[in-house]
Each structure stands twice: as C-alpha cells, then as structure tokens.
C-alpha cells in the first residue's frame, strides 16, 4: 500500500526564488526566514539584506527542519513563513492611530502562544471595536491561515502589526497619550474598579505565564478579572474578551 505524502503549511513558502519575491515585491506579508546551515554565503547575505531592510527575523536552522517543513521538497535551504494579510511595522501603525485626544482601544498580545487562541483574541477585538491588534515578532503565535479561520474572517479587516519589543512598544503607545492596562492575576485592583480612559491600549499576556516582569513594569497599572471558582484562571481570549467589552461598555 503507497504511503500518503503529508501535506505542507499553506503559510509557507520555500526555494530562493520564491523567498526573494516575496521578500522583495510583498515584505509586509513576511513574518520570518529560515535558512539552511549549509547555505552557500551569497545567498545568506542576500537573505540577511533584505530581512534587515524590511525588519524581518531571520534564523539559522538545521537542513533537516526545512526537508520536515516542506516534507521534502527542494527548499534550496530558504524557507518563509506567510501572512495572509499586510503586517504593519509598530510604529506605522501607531501613525495611523486616531489623534488625541480621541478615544481608541488597541489589543497588545505578550507572546500568546496558541493561533486558536490568537485568532479568537482578534475576533474579539474587532468585535469591541478596537482599532488594532499587536503581536510580538518573536515567541508567540504567527497570524497565519489558522489565526485567519478562527478569527472568522477578522484578521483580515483589523489592522495587524508586529512589535520586535513589546516594552518598547509600549512606550511608544504612552508617547501617544494612551493608557496601557496590563491583565495580570497577580495586581491589586479588579477590571472594574473604575471605567477605562478614552485612549487604552489592553495588555494580554501568554497562556499559562501570564505577561512577563518587564512588560508588567512597563504598564501604567495592572488589574486582575476577580473569579469565584476553583478554576484558577481564565483562558487568554476569554480574559482578553472581558477586558475589550469592559472598555466598550464604559464607553457607551
């Protein structure tokens, strides 16, 4: 009986080629590079170029998690991962943020760890009404076809953009008169204590781990969603969805 061949990410992308158009003609759709360890110096320097100008991650990985990446096919030793939508820079986007002092909600993920997850976060949001959703380059989830399909569609009409450093991200939100309110088990003050300011920016942070000691820091205040079984916490986008639609209420 032949074996049946598995199938390959439809969010990737492989061969030199296809990786340099990509990352020439569409670099906004690029999330990140793999590269063979054997690759031939030339073709590492070009990669290196043009993931630099676009702001891409590139990595250096073993031949052997392209050939189970691409089951196989000739990769030539580059690999990219896709978006199915445009991924703007931080700082374009804070650009096309409303002005202040008009009121604006933007949803920034602390390396959220499952698509499943991601993709209900940003369903919520645009839900709530927010204006956008950050994720972090590296250490959580690619918005990828997944993200796409469990956001119901969301991913593509929300503004998407991707943060190198979620801290300083945040200062450049603050910068830009908002408030950012980190979701942490371990703050004081319950989200409702009081209503949200016009301009929040909602911090959620990573399944399990919650948000990490220098992003909490960077917050302007923390607060916990009070629970009153033994259940302990509550799923990402479930906490995330509390947080979205407590701002919405406070603001109608």
């Not at 992308?13 to 999330?31: A, T």
């Not at 100008?53 to 896709?82: F, S």
């Not at 991601?118 to 918005?143: D, Q």
Request: neutral net charge.
């Amino acid at each position: 009986m032949r074996e049946e061949k598995a199938s390959v990410s439809e969010d990737i992308c492989w061969g030199r080629n296809p990786v340099f158009s990509l990352l020439e003609e569409s670099p906004e759709r690029c999330m990140k590079v793999l590269i063979s360890k054997t690759a031939q110096p030339h073709i590492k320097a070009r990669l290196q170029d043009l993931c630099r100008a676009a702001n891409i991650v590139l990595l250096t990985v073993d031949p052997a998690a392209l050939d189970k990446m691409t089951n196989k096919e000739n990769h030539q030793g580059v690999v990219a991962y896709m978006a199915p939508m445009k991924l703007w820079d931080a700082e374009e986007l804070i650009q096309m943020l409303p002005p202040a002092p008009e009121p604006a909600m933007v949803l920034l993920c602390d390396h959220l760890q499952d698509p499943h997850n991601l993709g209900a976060v940003i369903r919520s949001a645009e839900a709530a009404g927010a204006s956008a959703v950050m994720i972090p380059k590296r250490g959580g989830a690619l918005p990828t076809g997944t993200v796409v399909k469990t956001s119901a569609g969301a991913a593509l009409r929300l503004p998407l953009a991707k943060t190198g450093n979620v801290s300083q991200t945040i200062r450049l939100l603050q910068e830009a008169n908002f408030w950012v309110v980190g979701l942490s088990m371990d703050a004081e003050e319950t989200l409702f204590k009081e209503d949200m300011p016009p301009r929040v920016v909602i911090v959620i942070g990573a399944e399990g781990d919650g948000l990490g000691r220098a992003v909490a820091k960077s917050c302007d205040e923390l607060r916990h969603i009070p629970m009153a079984g033994k259940t302990g916490s509550l799923n990402a986008s479930v906490a995330a969805a509390l947080a979205l639609f407590e701002y919405t209420r406070s603001r109608r």
